[in-house]
């Protein structure tokens, strides 16, 4: 059979493109309205997404580091305000114990009563602990009070503390001091000595001020008026100028 044949049964008035058919077929089943896509990002902007990255591992290290530690269920967002802060004693970075070597000499004392001491928490109160490579938050709270705790691990919470330490001689009448975890107290001398910190600055090698005080953001600071009750923990960084304004609120009760 010829071609001419094969096709004569559709007419030849009947012959129609394929684009006349392919109209005809949109005309008489439309495909339905497809959803926008959405566009392409540019790849200039991926250059960003390795900053998240680290900026979202730094957060979950501070997390764990701090999650890790055991506690009461109380949370992990400072003392509660009204409350006198822990007691407690740690070595100074600037003082003669090296907190390298593991023994209790080099732990934070965190024995609140003689009836609850023990090798793990202390064997003596750490408010009779008094030297000068020692600081001691019974003593520094006889006077208002700003104490900054950080920790090494994942975390850059350095600058806090310099911005502490820029304002920090505008009030003579408080105590200012940081709480550096996670190192030894060579580790932390160096550190301090690098920044060019004058403040005290207490070694917490293995993280018990941090549960001591429910601490779970780095960094984090107390302000508490003379005597040590709590006016307010604050979460995150503080400028300058926030700090002076908190500051002012414990020398001068509202």
Avoid: H
């Avoid at 392919?22 to 991926?46: A, F, G, I, N, V």
């Avoid at 900026?55 to 305000?81: D, E, I, S, Y």
């Amino acid at each position: 059979m010829s071609d001419e044949d094969r096709f004569g049964d559709l007419g030849a008035g009947e012959r129609r493109s394929a684009a006349e058919r392919l109209e005809e077929e949109d005309r008489l089943r439309p495909e339905p309205d497809m959803p926008p896509t959405r566009p392409e990002m540019p790849r200039s902007q991926s250059k960003y997404a390795w900053a998240v990255g680290i900026v979202m591992l730094m957060g979950v290290a501070v997390l764990l580091f701090t999650t890790a530690l055991p506690n009461t269920g109380a949370g992990l967002l400072g003392p509660p305000k009204g409350q006198v802060v822990p007691d407690f004693a740690a070595p100074l970075a600037t003082g003669d114990v090296s907190c390298d070597d593991d023994d209790n000499d080099c732990a934070a004392n965190v024995c609140q009563r003689a009836d609850e001491c023990s090798e793990p928490s202390g064997r003596v109160p750490a408010c009779e602990l008094r030297s000068e490579s020692i600081f001691n938050v019974c003593e520094a709270r006889e006077r208002p009070m700003v104490l900054t705790f950080l920790v090494t691990a994942g975390a850059d919470c350095e600058p806090q503390v310099d911005r502490v330490e820029r304002m920090r001689r505008e009030f003579p009448g408080v105590s200012f001091a940081a709480v550096m975890s996670g190192e030894g107290r060579d580790e932390v001398a160096r550190i301090a000595s690098r920044r060019g910190w004058g403040l005290p600055v207490a070694v917490d090698r293995d993280g018990a001020l941090q549960n001591l005080y429910s601490m779970g953001v780095c960094p984090s600071t107390v302000f508490a008026y003379e005597g040590g009750k709590v006016r307010t923990t604050k979460l995150g960084n503080l400028t300058e100028d926030q700090l002076r304004a908190q500051v002012r609120q414990i020398v001068r009760p509202g």
